[in-house]
Nanobody, 121 residues
Framework: QVQLVESGGGPVQAGGSLRLSCAIS??????LAWFRQAPGKGREGVAS????????YYADSVKGRFTISRDNAKTWVYLQMNGLKPEDTATYYC????????????????WGRGTQVTVSS
C-alpha cells in the first residue's frame, strides 16, 4: 500500500515558480508521476520518474520548464515548475504505480488528493 499527499500549490503570477511536494509512504511502485487536470478536461500526464532506470519523462507542454525529482530517502517526490503560464492552471496530482505508459492514468494504482495551482496573467 502506498499513500501520497501533495502540497505546495497556490496562486502565482505568470512567469513565476512553484515547487510541488508529494509525501510518499510505502515503496511498492516502480514509477512516480505528476498529473494535472483542468476544469472540463481529462487528466494529463505532466512528468514521470522511473525508479529502476532513473529516467524522467515530460509532456511536451512542460519540457524545459518543469523538473521532477525524488529525494534520496525516497519519501518525497517534487515537481519544480518554472516559467508558469495561465494554461498550467489545474489541480496537480501525485501518482505511483507500475506504469508501462507513463502518460496513462489507468497505469497508476495510487493517487493523492491533489493540490490546486492557479496561474494569473
Amino acid at each position: 500500500q502506498v499513500q501520497l499527499v501533495e502540497s505546495g500549490g497556490g496562486p502565482v503570477q505568470a512567469g513565476g515558480s512553484l515547487r510541488l511536494s508529494c509525501a510518499i509512504s510505502g515503496d511498492t511502485y516502480t514509477s512516480l508521476a505528476w498529473f494535472r487536470q483542468a476544469p472540463g478536461k481529462g487528466r494529463e500526464g505532466v512528468a514521470s520518474f522511473y525508479t529502476g532506470s532513473g529516467n524522467s519523462y515530460y509532456a511536451d507542454s512542460v519540457k524545459g520548464r518543469f523538473t521532477i525529482s525524488r529525494d534520496n530517502a525516497k519519501t518525497w517526490v517534487y515537481l519544480q515548475m518554472n516559467g508558469l503560464k495561465p494554461e498550467d492552471t489545474a489541480t496537480y496530482y501525485c501518482a505511483a504505480g507500475y506504469a508501462r505508459d507513463w502518460t496513462r492514468p489507468d497505469d497508476y494504482m495510487y493517487w493523492g488528493r491533489g493540490t490546486q495551482v492557479t496561474v494569473s496573467s
